[in-house]
């Protein structure tokens, strides 16, 4: 048997009063039936918030996968436009959702629903599950009738930005892998088998007393560098993680976002040229979505800068949005941003005329995609031979460093 919960409600009686309260029963579904039952109008329902315990703090720092947002709405589609009924629909996507907060959000849909939303209401209390672009498409589809059609195209962009970042976490994965594992080797060479090697130099000065002790400079610097990692590990690893925190902190707020996405368009050895490509997919790809999902104009462009992942595109599509609100075309903006290429904003202007834009911008999107397959192929391949000589000069001059001393006190010996 379900536990019951404490719900809070609006309603209005039939003179118009309003009332508010608090209910104890197991579902949303279960407030409404009660109120309508005492003769009152419900406004608004909602489950009272407990104090935030541990298990609500790891909550908030997870998030719902695409891809298993994307099987969920893929799936939504496909029960709505076989005319299952909107609450079973959601018990049977609830059931088979492996996600818990996902599956939390389809419950409470379920409820909100029940108790007289509309979905994009009931989503909208699920902000961090359903971005403003899902809801804001949903709502389209919800206000001409053709909700299917809006979640299936959902459904489409969400499998596509999951394809996109897939190919790119896939193909970096091995790089990151080895270069990892080397440092962890590196690490593990300095901070014990150098300490061997200088307990070697030390036997050797002191049984030959005549022979110097002074070690060359490449062998200070490696002792140097193992005595501080094994004599001060708990400073120096503390404040690279601090740094690394720190870092991350700093790239959440409003100016070091700013800074950092700047900077990742000019990293070099292509770097920053994957990163402005994988940009303008994704671009490409919510703007044609947004626009084809029946979404205004004006406000399919805010959303598309706000769910960009990037400033300076966010910052173009803030300057499409003045354009467009006093009169001008969407194409004139872009062909004044540098991010933009000359062919995306020649597709752009050809769709603006001819009525197609979203079917243009969806092939900007195919060809960026595409580009950004070839670009992270070729940056794999760059990558993996930099990584095996860094480390094999790193490898090398420890080698060298270790083995200078013991052939120049062997030779003064001899």
Known sequence: MASSTTFAFRAMDLAGVNTNGEIEATSKGQVSEQLRQRGLIVLDVSEKTNPLNVEDLFKRWKSVKTRDLAIFTRQFATLVASGMPMLRTLETLSVQSEDELLKEAIVDLHDDIEAGSSLEQAMDRHPKVFDRLMRSMVRSGEQSGRLDDALDRIAFHLEKMDALRRQVRSALMYPAFVFVFAILILLAVVMFIIPVF???????????????????????????LSDALTGYWFVIFPSIGLLIFAFMRWKKTDRGRAVWDRLKLRLPANIGDVVQKVALARWSRTFSGAISSGVPMLQAIKLTGETSGNVVVENAMVEMYASVKQGGSIAAPIENNSIFPAMVAHMVSVGEETGQLEHMLSKVADFYETEVDAKVKALTSLIEPLMICFVGIVVGFIVIAMYMPIFSIYENIR
């Open 198 to 224: 200088v307990k070697v130099f030390e036997e050797l000065a002191a049984d030959n007393p005549g022979v110097s002790s002074a070690l060359p400079l490449p062998t200070q610097i490696c002792v140097s």
